[in-house]
């Protein structure tokens, strides 16, 4: 069914463009989860002899993520993004539900390492279909708030209605995730929120003086909260049997792997001395066993993410497009760097998973499924075209005015969403 101007109805939930998604972006997540597989059952079989006796346990559970992840992101490349625009209060109303769950539901079913991160309906094989809601809510949090800022347009300068609506939400969002705890969850959608925001068109100062804030905050709450932590950054060896034990251990992996690595399967350092090596740390036994080149391939696999992603969102079809390609490559991106930098000794440790690799099938699976909105998203690209014309796609959506597409239009387009249609 096809509107007299070209254009497809938004209502219709499966997207009928025989468009192609991005395949480089589709070939290198496809590929890092493959080899995310491989890297979960080389750091894991170990703790999973000792533990379960049975060195098959995390990679069959991880098996398991990855097939219902793939079969979300085919799904997910299907659905028209616009689908996703209608229906971004209740996805988040669902969150905000999930994230109040784990506060009140009992500790068994929820607490694991201290943090009530998890709403567990079982153990053994049952566990399988246990959830981590904050991994979700990480993308009902960017299709919310695409959407909201994609139609305020120019008045994000204004800051009773721009800047201070949207730090109250997502300070309240922050604030469920910090009663879990979960600093690295929090800081992820702080800097998942902040881009959107910037990328929105919002005022540069705000959006500064905002950052500002929020790292002030962030030192604050690694000093009161985390000082071991923190004490641990600035000298692990002075606290080599406790909060320092996990960074020396990581280091020692990368410097024992050298140029080419030991050989899959041969690190040392996941023989029950790195903590939970198939985890937070798996880029730890990543360097041991395939060396420098290996990391690096990795680290390019995610620059490759992020060129890929940004161009999408560049010469998305509408605003609310390109600010859900902006958070989604935003997300992907920022949490894997941060991983990286925390088994580096960069940063503080914070916990975060790297994204299709770490083991996690809530990760996994909601990583993919982000990836699939983002192919979804590319279909309506045209590449030929990209930087001369205007999407009819934009055009269907009545709220948003035609816009150039092309880097130098960015930020100037995003900024114009909400404005009127132009009279024809």
């Known amino acids: 069914?096809?509107?007299?101007?070209?254009?497809?109805?938004?209502?219709?939930?499966?997207?009928?463009?025989?468009?192609?998604?991005?395949?480089?972006?589709?070939?290198?997540?496809?590929?890092?989860?493959?080899?995310?597989?491989?890297?979960?059952?080389?750091?894991?079989?170990?703790?999973?002899?000792?533990?379960?006796?049975?060195?098959?346990?995390?990679?069959?559970?991880?098996?398991?993520?990855?097939?219902?992840?793939?079969?979300?992101?085919?799904?997910?490349?299907?659905?028209?993004?616009?689908?996703?625009?209608?229906?971004?209060?209740?996805?988040?109303?669902?969150?905000?539900?999930?994230?109040?769950?784990?506060?009140?539901?009992?500790?068994?079913?929820?607490?694991?390492?201290?943090?009530?991160?998890?709403?567990?309906?079982?153990?053994?094989?049952?566990?399988?279909?246990?959830?981590?809601?904050?991994?979700?809510?990480?993308?009902?949090?960017?299709?919310?708030?695409?959407?909201?800022?994609?139609?305020?347009?120019?008045?994000?300068?204004?800051?009773?209605?721009?800047?201070?609506?949207?730090?109250?939400?997502?300070?309240?969002?922050?604030?469920?995730?910090?009663?879990?705890?979960?600093?690295?969850?929090?800081?992820?959608?702080?800097?998942?929120?902040?881009?959107?925001?910037?990328?929105?068109?919002?005022?540069?100062?705000?959006?500064?003086?905002?950052?500002?804030?929020?790292?002030?905050?962030?030192?604050?709450?690694?000093?009161?909260?985390?000082?071991?932590?923190?004490?641990?950054?600035l000298d692990p060896w002075s606290r080599a049997s406790t909060e320092g034990y996990q960074i020396i251990h990581s280091l020692y992996a990368f410097g024992s792997g050298g140029l080419f690595g030991q050989g899959v399967g041969m690190s040392r350092q996941k023989h029950l001395w790195l903590p939970q090596p198939h985890t937070d740390t798996i880029y730890a036994i990543i360097g041991e066993e395939w060396g420098l080149l290996g990391t690096l391939a990795v680290l390019v696999a995610f620059v490759i993410i992020a060129v890929r992603g940004y161009r999408i969102a560049a010469r998305a079809p509408s605003p609310f497009a390109a600010l859900v390609a902006v958070g989604i490559t935003s997300w992907i991106v920022f949490q894997a760097f941060v991983n990286i930098a925390v088994t580096v000794a960069l940063i503080p440790f914070t916990g975060l998973t790297l994204p299709f690799l770490s083991y996690g099938s809530s990760s996994l699976i909601s990583c993919l499924m982000a990836t699939g909105i983002l192919l979804n998203i590319s279909r309506h690209v045209d590449q030929s075209n990209a930087h001369t014309t205007t999407s009819v796609a934009s055009v269907a959506d009545k709220d948003i005015t035609p816009h150039p597409v092309g880097w130098r239009h960015w930020r100037s387009r995003l900024s114009g969403a909400g404005s009127r249609p132009r009279s024809r």
């Open 1 to 233: 069914m096809v509107k007299s101007d070209g254009s497809r109805p938004t209502h219709l939930l499966f997207d009928r463009t025989h468009r192609s998604p991005d395949r480089v972006l589709l070939a290198t997540v496809i590929g890092l989860t493959a080899f995310g597989l491989i890297m979960v059952y080389s750091a894991s079989f170990v703790e999973a002899s000792v533990l379960y006796s049975n060195p098959f346990y995390y990679l069959l559970r991880q098996a398991t993520g990855a097939v219902i992840g793939l079969v979300a992101l085919w799904v997910m490349q299907r659905i028209d993004y616009r689908v996703w625009q209608h229906y971004s209060i209740q996805l988040m109303a669902v969150a905000l539900v999930l994230l109040v769950l784990v506060l009140i539901l009992p500790a068994s079913m929820t607490e694991v390492n201290g943090s009530r991160s998890w709403i567990r309906f079982g153990e053994g094989w049952l566990g399988v279909l246990s959830i981590q809601p904050a991994e979700f809510v990480k993308l009902a949090v960017i299709i919310y708030f695409a959407h909201w800022l994609s139609r305020r347009g120019h008045r994000l300068g204004d800051v009773a209605y721009g800047l201070v609506p949207f730090a109250v939400i997502l300070g309240f969002i922050c604030g469920l995730i910090m009663l879990q705890p979960d600093l690295g969850t929090t800081i992820i959608i702080l800097m998942i929120g902040g881009t959107i925001f910037f990328a929105a068109g919002a005022n540069l100062l705000h959006v500064t003086g905002a950052a500002l804030l929020a790292s002030v905050a962030f030192f604050a709450l690694i000093v009161t909260f985390r000082s071991g932590r923190w004490q641990a950054f």
